[in-house]
Structure formats: structure tokens, C-alpha cells
């Protein structure tokens, strides 16, 4: 290990001997502990790396790096795309049968990025455990929980065998403990303990925005979540020691859907998409909704530069966003929802190739203490996180799949907090998600009754479908010609009125 004289000489050649400005407050006894934590995290850095990267995100710290050119951005092609929205019904059918003897088989894993504090929604707990005021109370956690245990029993029936859906659950260090505190208290919402593997993504140091790295207190530094796209390097890591790659092969894992935790209409390992790309071969596919209008703050699915790649919003002009094909539909249509497909050979290629990744710039207010040793919290963004972004492995694709969705069936994101905004609320999410249900209901011949002079909150109250019921709008044979008395919940052992919840 380096000793505090060799520290000192790299820490200096790289600009950052700040960081030892109060090692002498240190060097009594009672601090041998803390001495000793301090120089392990010194001794870790990569300074090289971290000077690297650095200068390669300062040009964009002003908020430039818009250095695309129209000409370099194509839409995608026809024939790496499918749609559910206006596809052949009878193809969609084959794709999920085929989803379905793939998950029967055991090949099927779901992997959750779910590093995000509630911070924005006004909470200081993992999103996950947010309930958006269901009838029923249920959490993002439970309702996806809920969907996989539905998922495994329909591939069970159509194909008569017991199936697993392992999932894989990437936190940060600040949601780990708590989310798996919630599990345990939960039971694990009656899934197996031993499928759900819960592991900790990667941190990368803060910076100011000179490049001097900050220091949370005197003796450590401040450091955050290297982004979604963090994934990659910790699938293995020697800094949370987890293995997830060798774990998905010791299962017969061959692909993997990866998705966002904040999205209430999310679903888990949807059969039609991890069938329409594995009937394509696709390597990597990314599921996807269609722009609303051009301008939309969206990222958009093309290629750029001859790879496949998600494009800001804030990178593409305007005569690339009001593009039009000849039916009048936008070219640059394909809006990112941060719902993919991998094979289990692409993120083991991935991994691999993670260092290739560049980062991307989030300026921010970060507390630190300063050259006087005093503990400032800034008002104003002093300084920036580093952060890769999970779809930026797009362009290492040999064979990429798009598949198109209705947003109404499978994007709602929860984002705000409510009162705060006039979507991605948990007022937008609960009401996308009832209404949802109610379209269900409806194409299952049965109808709701709702009085409309009973709301929650001032929105009409609605029923709700439990996914231990249905997962896709299945199973609801036996509610048709029925009338249902709103407000209830509809689940796996009946339907219970539920005016003393609303």
C-alpha cells in the first residue's frame, strides 16, 4: 500500500493535494481508525482515470457539446422495427408465445435500476417503496413484484412447467439498505428470497467545477452514483463484490430485460418484446413509445453516426424534430423509455467494454467543506456528477431490435411530486394506471359504474386489477356481462368493494 508520502506526490501531480489539507487533525490515536479508512480511499482512486474524465466532459459543463449535425442523424430502419400499436395480431401472438416458452425455459431474467432516491416526489426513501394512492396502498415494488409472480404462472399454464423469473435489483448505496429492509418486511411479496438478488451499483467522486475533486467532510470524499449506466461495471465489481454475470449463467440465463423503477405500466419481462427480439436475433432492443409532438422532451432512439444511439431532445434541431415521412407520421419518432433487451453474451461484452462509456455531465448542488475546513451547502450548482447512461451500450450492438408500444398500455413515469407538475405525478401515474384497468375490464365484456359525484382527491374513483389477477388484461372471463360497482379492486380470489379505502 502507498504510504502518505507517495499519496501526497500522485494526489499532486494531478492537482488535488487539497485533499490532505486536514490530514494533521488526524494524527493522534483516537483517529487511527478513521487514518486508516481515509488513506484506503486515496489509495483507491484512479487518478489517472478521474483526470481523464474530467477533461473530457469540461467543455460541456457550460451546458455546450450540442455538436451534432443534422447530417449525421438518420431515422431507424424499417427492418430492425416491430410494433404492437398497428402490427399484424397474429405475429404479436408468435412473439409472446414465443416470450413465453423462453421464461418457461428458465432463460428469462428481469434486472431493476433502482438506485433513485424519492427526492423529487418529496420523500427520503427509494422510489420503489412509493405508493402513488392505489385503493389498494401497493407500492412500485409490490405491483412489479406482483406482475412477475403472474408472469411465471401464465408460462406455467400454456406450457406446464413451474418457472422462475429471477430479479436482479441495482441499487445505490443509499437505497440498498433500505429496499431490502422493505423486502424482508414484506416477505418478499411471496416471491423466493433466493430469486431476488440485490446489488449495489459503483460510486465515482464529485467535482468541482474546476476539476478539484470535493470533499464531503474533512477526511472523505464526496462522492455519487456513477448513473443507470453504472450497470455495466457493476455486474462484476471488486468495489461491492458482486458477481450478477456468473449468477445469471449459473441459472441458464440467455437474456434479460432491464428497465426503470418508475414506471407504474412497466411490464416485467413482457413476453412480446423478449419474443419479437429474440425472433429477430437482436443482441440489444429497445422498447420504445411514439413522440407525441416534436418538441416533446424526449430522447429519440436513431443513428447517429452510422451506430445505434439515444439523442437528447436538446441535441437535435428543430428541422430534425418536425421531420416528416410521407404519411405525415414524425421520422425521429422512436421516444426512449429506458426499457431494454440484452442477451447475456451482450452485457458480458458490455462489461467488458464498460470503460469505453463517456460520461455525461450533471451539474448540481453539492455540499463540501472548504479550504477553511467549514461545512458549506451551496445554493447555487458548484459543482458536477459524472454519470453513464445505461443506453449508451446501443452502439456496441451487431443486431438491434426497436419495438414500438402504446404509451397509454406501457409509459407512465413517476417523476414529481404531486401538486408540482401537470404529468409524471403520482396523480398521473395512479389515474394512467385506473384507466388502464378500466380498458381491460371493458375489452373482457364486462363494464364499470362509477358515481360521479365520488372522487379521491377530486379524480373519480375507478377500479383496480390486481397483477396477481391479470397481467395483460387476461383472465377477466368471468367478469363479462357484469356491471362493477367502482370503487373496488379486482383480485385473484373474487372482487372486493373497497369504499372504506377511497
Request: aromatic share 8%; net charge negative; glycine share 8%.
Amino acid at each position: 500500500m502507498a504510504s502518505w508520502q507517495d499519496l501526497r506526490s500522485s494526489l499532486e501531480r494531478y492537482n488535488q493535494e487539497h485533499l490532505l489539507a486536514f490530514l494533521e487533525e488526524l494524527s493522534d490515536d483516537e483517529n487511527e481508525e478513521r487514518l486508516r479508512q481515509f488513506h484506503k480511499e486515496l489509495s483507491e482512486l484512479d487518478l489517472p482515470h478521474l483526470d481523464r474524465c474530467f477533461r473530457e466532459v469540461s467543455g460541456h459543463i457550460g451546458g455546450g457539446g450540442g455538436d451534432l449535425r443534422d447530417e449525421d442523424l438518420k431515422p431507424l430502419e424499417e427492418s430492425i422495427c416491430g410494433s404492437t400499436r398497428d402490427g399484424d395480431p397474429e405475429e404479436i401472438k408468435r412473439w409472446e408465445m414465443l416470450g413465453l416458452q423462453l421464461i418457461s425455459e428458465g432463460k428469462v431474467a428481469v434486472l431493476l435500476l433502482a438506485g433513485g432516491q424519492g427526492t423529487r416526489l418529496g420523500v427520503d426513501y427509494p422510489k420503489g417503496m412509493f405508493d402513488v394512492g392505489l385503493p389498494s396502498g401497493k407500492t412500485l415494488y409490490q405491483l412489479q413484484a406482483e406482475r412477475i409472480l403472474r408472469l411465471q404462472a401464465i408460462a406455467g399454464e400454456k406450457l406446464g412447467k413451474d418457472c422462475v423469473i429471477p430479479w436482479y435489483i441495482m441499487t445505490s448505496e443509499h437505497t440498498k439498505g433500505p429496499t431490502l429492509d422493505f423486502f424482508r418486511k414484506h416477505n418478499f411479496f411471496s416471491l423466493k428470497s433466493e430469486n431476488i438478488v440485490v446489488f449495489e451499483q459503483n460510486t465515482i467522486p464529485c467535482f468541482d467545477l474546476q476539476g478539484k475533486i470535493l470533499l464531503q467532510d474533512k477526511h472523505s470524499i464526496a462522492r455519487s452514483p456513477d448513473g443507470n449506466g453504472g450497470l455495466y461495471s457493476a455486474l462484476v465489481s471488486s468495489e461491492t463484490g458482486t458477481d450478477v454475470l456468473a449468477d445469471m449463467e449459473q441459472r441458464g440465463i440467455s437474456c434479460v430485460h432491464v428497465y426503470c423503477v418508475d414506471n407504474i405500466l412497466v411490464k416485467m419481462a413482457d413476453p412480446v418484446f423478449v419474443g419479437f427480439c429474440s425472433h429477430k436475433k437482436a443482441d440489444c432492443g429497445a422498447k420504445v413509445v411514439r413522440k407525441n409532438f416534436p418538441d416533446e422532451r424526449v430522447g429519440v432512439v436513431c443513428v447517429c453516426n452510422d451506430k445505434y444511439q439515444v439523442v437528447e431532445y436538446s441535441e437535435i434541431s428543430s428541422g430534425i424534430a418536425e421531420r416528416r415521412d410521407s404519411d405525415g407520421t414524425l421520422s425521429f419518432k422512436a421516444g426512449n423509455i429506458c426499457n431494454h433487451f440484452f442477451t447475456l453474451e451482450f452485457l458480458t461484452n458490455a462489461h467488458k467494454e464498460n470503460w469505453k462509456l463517456r460520461y455525461h455531465v450533471a451539474k448540481k448542488k453539492i455540499p463540501f467543506v472548504n479550504q477553511d475546513g467549514m461545512q458549506i451547502n451551496p445554493s447555487e450548482p458548484n459543482g458536477i456528477k459524472l454519470e453513464k447512461f445505461v443506453f449508451d451500450v446501443f452502439r456496441f450492438s451487431n443486431n438491434f431490435a426497436v419495438l414500438e408500444v402504446l404509451r397509454e398500455d406501457e409509459f407512465s413515469p413517476l417523476k414529481n411530486a404531486a401538486g408540482t407538475a401537470n404529468k409524471d405525478t403520482p396523480e398521473t401515474a395512479r389515474s394512467d394506471l385506473l384507466d388502464l384497468h378500466r380498458r381491460w375490464i371493458e375489452a373482457a365484456g364486462a363494464s364499470v359504474k362509477v358515481d360521479s359525484d365520488t372522487t379521491t382527491n377530486g379524480i373519480p374513483v375507478q377500479c383496480e386489477i390486481s397483477p396477481l389477477l391479470s397481467y395483460a388484461g387476461e383472465n377477466l372471463e368471468k367478469y363479462k356481462g357484469k356491471n362493477i360497482l367502482a370503487p373496488a379492486i379486482l383480485e385473484l380470489n373474487g372482487t372486493r368493494a373497497c369504499h372504506d379505502i377511497l
